[in-house]
């Protein structure tokens, strides 16, 4: 279950993801997201029945990027560079509003009770540069988070899209 931007990233957050691509190696993720829950899989059908229903109740919020950190990802297929997103009232209550939903259609969550918000930007990164926050000019606004995307993870760095839900 992502939260997505319908509409292209601008031009300011494009070029900082293509400098961090020249120093660390990798590849841009498309589309950037905040991945909000993953789910045993075992009911797909279920989960996009959930979100639909709850989407029209759902906000767009805004998504900033404050920390680099680079770490290791089985669902990437190797390393890879995230931008930690800075706490917001609106990001904090949306995501939980669709997390409730979710858990309320009797759906597991495999992140449990982790707070952490992240935004996947480089994957399979092949070489590990400064993470001088600083000379990344952060904080970022990165998008205004205006969809639902329910995706299921089929290999590593494949997913397919399921269902997608304007907000």
Do not use: C
């Amino acid at each position: 279950m992502l939260f997505a931007a319908s509409r292209p990233l601008a031009n300011s957050v494009r070029d900082l993801l293509e400098r961090m691509r020249g120093e660390f190696g990798g590849r841009i993720v498309e589309p950037l997201h905040v991945t909000l829950e993953r789910t045993d899989g075992e009911d797909a059908r279920g989960l996009a029945a959930a979100v639909r229903e709850h989407a029209p109740h759902t906000r767009p919020v805004a998504v900033r990027g404050e920390n680099l950190l680079i770490t290791p990802s089985p669902y990437r297929g190797g390393d890879v560079l995230k931008l930690q997103v800075a706490h917001s009232e609106p990001l904090r209550r949306e995501s939980d509003a669709v997390r409730s939903a979710i858990r309320a259609a009797g759906l597991r969550s495999l992140y449990g009770n982790d707070p952490s918000t992240t935004v996947t930007v480089l994957e399979r990164v092949d070489r590990h540069g400064p993470l001088d926050q600083s000379r990344w000019t952060l904080p970022v606004d990165l998008f205004m988070a205006d969809e639902l995307i329910v995706s299921r993870i089929v290999d590593a760095s494949t997913y397919d899209i399921l269902d997608r839900f304007a907000i």
